[in-house]
């Protein structure tokens, strides 16, 4: 079954996206329930979980961005998408990606986006096969790791023009 997070199965859902970098600490239970509570209450953010039995066998989040170009249009972005080790190739994966492309449609989103991490060509070839594309894009980031910028340090986040 393919439906959104409660706050009732955060445990679980950290327990599945522990495997997305495990080199990361859990995060604080009440700091995490609150994250989800207010993705909830914005009515932009969804995550959507497959369920096996009571295991979350995968899970991705959907954020609906309102927008003031393409007529109005919203755009989405797909992220923290991943899918236990013990049930990878059942196409749970592609079934909540596929769960959240219906949503931004319905939304009228005029474009989704996902971002990875990986160069795996077996990792993009999931993402192809679930009907995105590569190359049309160039993506930037700017990591924000806590450390307050200097007056000497340039602003990575600026625009240059």
Request: proline share 6%; hydrophobic share 45%.
């Amino acid at each position: 079954m393919i439906r959104p997070a409660l706050e009732a199965d955060l445990p679980r859902l950290l327990g599945l996206l522990a495997q997305l970098h495990p080199e990361d600490a859990a995060p604080d239970p009440q700091a995490a329930a609150a994250a989800l509570r207010a993705g909830e209450a914005s009515g932009l953010v969804t995550i959507l979980l497959a369920e096996i039995g009571t295991t979350i066998a995968a899970t991705c989040t959907l954020v609906i961005v309102p927008n003031l170009t393409r007529h109005a249009r919203p755009w989405a972005v797909v992220e923290n998408v991943v899918t236990d080790a013990a049930h990878r190739r059942r196409g749970l994966g592609h079934r909540v990606l596929q769960a959240a492309l219906d949503r931004a449609g319905a939304a009228g989103c005029y474009k989704v986006m996902l971002a990875t991490g990986t160069s795996q060509e077996g990792t993009l070839r999931f993402y192809e096969g679930a009907g995105f594309t590569r190359g049309e894009k160039t993506f930037f980031q700017v990591r924000q790791n806590g450390k307050p910028q200097t007056g000497s340090e340039p602003d990575a986040g600026a625009a240059r023009g």
